[in-house]
């Protein structure tokens, strides 16, 4: 047992990991064991109160609800993430789900596991908690506006003592349980299974996943030209959509409650349209100049053949 997480890193063997415990006065400590002799040595005692310490490295993506009414907040959020994760090209997505209520609180731990997508540190699960965070107010959709006084994004700091399964908190009796305490589902509940990440094969995700891509150069200028404050990018086909990032509607001349306005470029239409999802039939639509027109249809016919 080591008393500094300083003193357990340089002790560290290959195939160890690290683990937090809590003294029952609160105090804790670290030990470094593979995960079958933690499971032997540690998990069998009667009195669990043990931390899995998430170290600044490839993760699974792993959530605290922490107050609320944690089932139906992640009820909410599960689609959200679920979408998020298809884009990515991962349908597949395994969930662990913990829980560790008494009378007066209730919480979550949430253990996402996708087969393509992992991690690359606690700091994208941050990432990805914000941007979701923002599509839904840029959305304007409101399920998840109250959720998020309740969703800890505090979890996602260097070498967190996270608890586990079957883990308590000194004096409190109350571990997480949801799913049978055994070797398998406590390994399988792990945020970083191995310590040792050089033995996997990981695919990994960027750690911001924007949805910034294939604005050609030359509207960028045009969006960079208009003078507003764009934030973000959507991009169908030959359209593009900016959420601009300010909270004054030209249309009524006030701030609505959300982010609402945008515009659209459309290459199609060779149109630049400023709109507002709060105002739903206003908008204000100018064209864009001949030469970007010109260059959109060159564009198309370089890169296009029609056989009939
Ligand atoms: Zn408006």
Same mark, same amino acid.
């Given at each position: 047992m080591y008393r500094t997480l300083r003193d357990a890193e340089a002790a560290l063997k290959p195939g160890e990991k690290i683990w937090g415990g809590y003294y029952p006065s609160g105090a804790y400590y670290f030990i470094n064991a593979t995960p079958v002799v933690f499971w032997r040595d540690f998990m069998m005692k009667r009195e669990r109160l043990f931390c899995e310490v998430i170290r600044p490295s490839p993760c699974h993506m792993y959530l605290d609800i922490d107050g609320g009414d944690p089932p139906a907040i992640w009820k909410r959020l599960k689609p959200v993430l679920e979408m998020v994760y298809k884009e990515f090209g991962n349908d597949t997505l395994q969930c662990v789900e913990m829980h560790a209520d008494s009378d007066t609180k209730k919480s979550s731990h949430i253990i996402m596991k996708g087969e393509k997508w992992c991690l690359p540190s606690p700091q994208a699960g941050l990432d990805l908690m914000k941007t979701v965070h923002r599509m839904s107010e840029e959305m304007d959709s409101g399920i998840l506006d109250d959720d998020w006084d309740y969703i800890d994004l505090r979890i996602y700091t260097r070498n967190r003592q996270f608890r586990m399964l079957g883990c308590s908190k000194p004096g409190q009796n109350r571990p997480f349980v949801g799913? %049978? =305490?055994t070797y398998d589902n406590w390994y399988a509940s792990l /945020?970083? %299974? =191995?310590? @040792?990440? @050089?033995t996997v094969h990981l695919p990994t995700i960027k750690s911001t996943p924007v949805?910034?891509?294939? /604005?050609p150069a030359f509207l960028q200028d045009v969006v960079m030209s208009l003078n507003i404050k764009p934030v973000r990018v959507y991009n169908p086909i030959f359209s593009w959509i900016w959420i601009i &990032? &300010?909270?004054?509607c030209p249309f009524v001349n006030r701030v609505h409650r959300h982010n609402n306005n945008y515009i659209v470029i459309s290459l199609e239409n060779g149109t630049v349209t400023y709109k507002c999802h709060h105002c739903q039939n206003r908008k204000k639509t100018v064209h864009l100049p001949t030469a970007i027109k010109e260059r959109f249809r060159k564009m198309l016919h370089s890169n296009m053949t029609f056989t009939f």
């Amino acid at each position: 047992m080591y008393r500094t997480l300083r003193d357990a890193e340089a002790a560290l063997k290959p195939g160890e990991k690290i683990w937090g415990g809590y003294y029952p006065s609160g105090a804790y400590y670290f030990i470094n064991a593979t995960p079958v002799v933690f499971w032997r040595d540690f998990m069998m005692k009667r009195e669990r109160l043990f931390c899995e310490v998430i170290r600044p490295s490839p993760c699974h993506m792993y959530l605290d609800i922490d107050g609320g009414d944690p089932p139906a907040i992640w009820k909410r959020l599960k689609p959200v993430l679920e979408m998020v994760y298809k884009e990515f090209g991962n349908d597949t997505l395994q969930c662990v789900e913990m829980h560790a209520d008494s009378d007066t609180k209730k919480s979550s731990h949430i253990i996402m596991k996708g087969e393509k997508w992992c991690l690359p540190s606690p700091q994208a699960g941050l990432d990805l908690m914000k941007t979701v965070h923002r599509m839904s107010e840029e959305m304007d959709s409101g399920i998840l506006d109250d959720d998020w006084d309740y969703i800890d994004l505090r979890i996602y700091t260097r070498n967190r003592q996270f608890r586990m399964l079957g883990c308590s908190k000194p004096g409190q009796n109350r571990p997480f349980v949801g799913i %049978p =305490l055994t070797y398998d589902n406590w390994y399988a509940s792990l /945020v970083q %299974p =191995l310590e @040792d990440r @050089d033995t996997v094969h990981l695919p990994t995700i960027k750690s911001t996943p924007v949805m910034q891509t294939n /604005v050609p150069a030359f509207l960028q200028d045009v969006v960079m030209s208009l003078n507003i404050k764009p934030v973000r990018v959507y991009n169908p086909i030959f359209s593009w959509i900016w959420i601009i &990032h &300010h909270r004054g509607c030209p249309f009524v001349n006030r701030v609505h409650r959300h982010n609402n306005n945008y515009i659209v470029i459309s290459l199609e239409n060779g149109t630049v349209t400023y709109k507002c999802h709060h105002c739903q039939n206003r908008k204000k639509t100018v064209h864009l100049p001949t030469a970007i027109k010109e260059r959109f249809r060159k564009m198309l016919h370089s890169n296009m053949t029609f056989t009939f």
